[in-house]
């Protein structure tokens, strides 16, 4: 079955290093998601990504993240000062054309 | 704004009885439901995604939606020690899928 693989699984980084998270989304999908999760609470979306440009960004979404498809596979979140609050599990989504999401299995960030 | 709600839990039941797992929504627009599992320290797996009212159901599994009261459910039958995990609700808004919190299930062997 078609997955989404994250890269790395967990992520350590002091406050105010930059970070990449990487996913390779599900090839034939169209529609690209982040996602957030702190620990114990619910699961927030980030930002959707469609045609190679942003369709939609949450609040959290700050001039801190930014996405890029830099090529035909990879979809990558970028933040550029990382914070202590920070800290979270990074999940990236891809959307089939049926509508279908399907989620990788995350990558954990820890900002120290 | 909080569009979907649902009780963490945790909610802790004996092997083999029927798991009852609610949420409600605020958004009336939304047509998509779905309930994902999610296993500690990995991502959200779909389980049942049903659209608009009614019921579905998939083996052990039954979605419930009820557009009148904004109630969404998940029953588990037979429930097994392997269905211990976070249960997350969430509809398809504005494309894009909009979580409830998760309630947290501990089957007892």
């Known amino acids: 079955e078609p997955e989404v693989t994250q890269t790395p699984s967990h992520q350590v980084t002091q406050m105010g290093q930059e970070v990449i998270l990487r996913c390779v989304p599900i090839s034939n999908h169209l529609y690209f998601y982040w996602y957030r999760q702190i620990l114990g609470q619910k699961v927030e979306f980030l930002v959707s990504f469609y045609n190679n440009e942003i369709s939609e960004k949450s609040e959290i979404f700050d001039d801190q993240f930014s996405v890029e498809r830099p090529d035909g596979s990879n979809f990558t979140l970028k933040i550029r000062s990382t914070k202590l609050e920070d800290s979270a599990m990074y999940f990236c989504a891809s959307r089939s054309p049926r509508g279908g999401y399907t989620f990788g299995s995350g990558t954990r960030l820890t900002v120290v | 704004q909080k569009e979907v709600e649902q009780d963490p839990g945790p909610l802790s039941v004996p092997e083999g009885a029927i798991v009852s797992l609610n949420c409600t929504y605020s958004?009336?627009?939304?047509?998509?439901f779905m309930w994902y599992r999610q296993y500690s320290r990995k991502g959200p797996e779909l389980l049942m995604y049903t659209y608009s009212s009614g019921n579905k159901e998939d083996g052990r599994f039954t979605a419930q939606v009820d557009k009148s009261s904004k109630y969404i459910s998940l029953f588990i039958r037979d429930s097994q020690p392997s269905d211990s995990a976070t249960y997350l609700c969430a509809s398809d808004g504005d494309d894009k899928i909009i979580f409830g919190k998760g309630t947290r299930l501990h089957i007892l062997p």
């Open positions: 958004n009336s627009a939304f047509q998509y």
